[in-house]
């Protein structure tokens, strides 16, 4: 395979620094079945440590105007998102901190013979510690949602796949191991309204958002962070709560109200206070539960053979 770097597309490279990201010179590489992609670092102008890995298929036309307001979202978000201590970061409903990695864009179509689109990726455990508790992910789309979702290419997909991921981990139908096969993730129109034409992921009270933002402080903030400021106000959280940002952002006053944040002059953003950092005993016996709760249960009886089969 060639090595050669080239410069990104024009209109890529025009849309990454109208949202203030600079997209370096790509490089060849391949997707899970082994066809042509090309391989991007988007960076913060502001702060170019903050990097982020852009993959697209090799025939990826960005200059299509069907795309453009997409792209022109997803690059504004990952603006944002860049700016987190940890932005390949994010919480659960459970309380599981974790951080998604190892993706592999764009979607591949299902070498089993399934009507489904694949993506692998991975997830990992992020509680502060050594931890090696991960889980490897194969997420699979059914093809219904080709009229859903402009191209099966990572600015347009990434944000419902992560919380699909979220979701399933929540459920108990993912499990964080030491080592492992892959894991399936599946994605159906269950997770999608055609009627609203929008993602539904998970019906939260406004007690569970705030539970969720004080949570999420915490872990991305406090004990990944060291105290930097989080994104509260994230479009994907606010998806993946069936919600809406300014809602987040309302929410995330109510909280500082209770003296557990403190929140940006433009409520967006929160470090944890001391009262909200003396919490770490808890936070961590609830994730003890919450990994218990995700693990396989088996029946003894029918271990030892003892069965009315």
Same mark, same amino acid.
């Given at each position: 395979?060639?090595? /050669?770097?080239?410069?990104?597309? *024009?209109?890529?490279? #025009? !849309?990454?620094?109208?949202?203030?990201? @600079?997209?370096? =010179? &790509?490089?060849?590489?391949?997707?899970?079945?082994?066809?042509?992609?090309?391989?991007?670092?988007?960076?913060?102008?502001?702060?170019?440590?903050?990097?982020?890995?852009?993959?697209?298929?090799?025939?990826?036309?960005?200059?299509?105007?069907?795309?453009?307001?997409?792209?022109?979202?997803?690059?504004?978000?990952?603006?944002?998102?860049?700016?987190?201590?940890?932005?390949?970061?994010?919480?659960?409903?459970?309380?599981?901190?974790?951080?998604?990695?190892?993706?592999?864009?764009?979607?591949?179509?299902?070498?089993?013979?399934?009507?489904?689109?694949?993506?692998?990726?991975?997830?990992?455990?992020?509680?502060? /510690?050594?931890?090696?508790?991960? *889980?490897?992910?194969? #997420? !699979?789309?059914?093809?219904?949602?080709? @009229?859903?979702? =402009? &191209?099966?290419?990572?600015?347009?997909?990434?944000?419902?796949?992560?919380?699909?991921?979220?979701?399933?981990?929540?459920?108990?139908?993912?499990?964080?191991?030491?080592?492992?096969?892959?894991?399936?993730?599946?994605?159906?129109?269950?997770?999608?309204?055609?009627?609203?034409?929008?993602?539904?992921?998970?019906?939260?009270?406004?007690?569970?958002?705030?539970?969720?933002?004080?949570?999420?402080?915490?872990?991305?903030?406090?004990?990944?962070?060291?105290?930097?400021?989080?994104?509260?106000?994230?479009?994907?959280?606010?998806?993946?709560?069936?919600?809406?940002?300014?809602?987040?952002?309302?929410?995330?006053?109510?909280?500082?109200?209770?003296?557990?944040?403190?929140?940006? !002059?433009?409520?967006?953003?929160?470090?944890?206070?001391?009262?909200?950092?003396?919490?770490?005993?808890?936070?961590?016996?609830?994730?003890?539960?919450?990994?218990?709760?995700?693990?396989?249960?088996?029946?003894?009886?029918?271990?030892?053979?003892?069965?009315?089969?």
């Amino acid at each position: 395979m060639s090595t /050669t770097i080239t410069a990104p597309s *024009a209109a890529l490279a #025009a !849309a990454a620094h109208a949202a203030g990201l @600079t997209l370096t =010179a &790509a490089e060849p590489g391949t997707d899970f079945a082994g066809t042509p992609t090309t391989r991007a670092t988007l960076a913060l102008i502001s702060d170019p440590a903050k990097q982020q890995v852009l993959e697209l298929s090799e025939a990826f036309d960005a200059a299509n105007p069907k795309f453009a307001i997409e792209l022109a979202i997803f690059f504004a978000e990952a603006a944002q998102r860049l700016r987190n201590p940890r932005p390949e970061c994010y919480l659960t409903l459970h309380g599981f901190p974790l951080s998604f990695g190892k993706f592999a864009w764009p979607f591949h179509g299902s070498t089993s013979g399934a009507d489904t689109f694949i993506v692998h990726g991975e997830i990992r455990l992020e509680d502060g /510690t050594e931890s090696i508790l991960h *889980a490897k992910i194969s #997420a !699979a789309m059914t093809r219904t949602f080709n @009229t859903v979702v =402009a &191209a099966l290419e990572q600015p347009f997909a990434e944000g419902f796949i992560y919380n699909a991921v979220r979701k399933t981990l929540d459920q108990g139908q993912l499990e964080l191991v030491k080592s492992g096969n892959r894991q399936p993730v599946p994605v159906t129109t269950r997770y999608y309204s055609m009627k609203q034409q929008i993602f539904i992921f998970n019906d939260t009270t406004p007690e569970q958002r705030k539970a969720f933002l004080a949570a999420k402080t915490f872990w991305l903030s406090h004990i990944l962070g060291s105290d930097a400021p989080v994104w509260l106000a994230d479009p994907r959280d606010a998806q993946y709560l069936n919600t809406t940002v300014a809602d987040l952002k309302s929410t995330a006053a109510a909280v500082a109200a209770e003296g557990l944040i403190t929140l940006s !002059a433009d409520g967006a953003w929160a470090t944890a206070t001391d009262e909200l950092r003396a919490r770490n005993d808890q936070y961590r016996v609830e994730l003890t539960e919450a990994l218990t709760f995700i693990k396989p249960s088996f029946n003894e009886d029918m271990r030892a053979g003892h069965t009315n089969m």
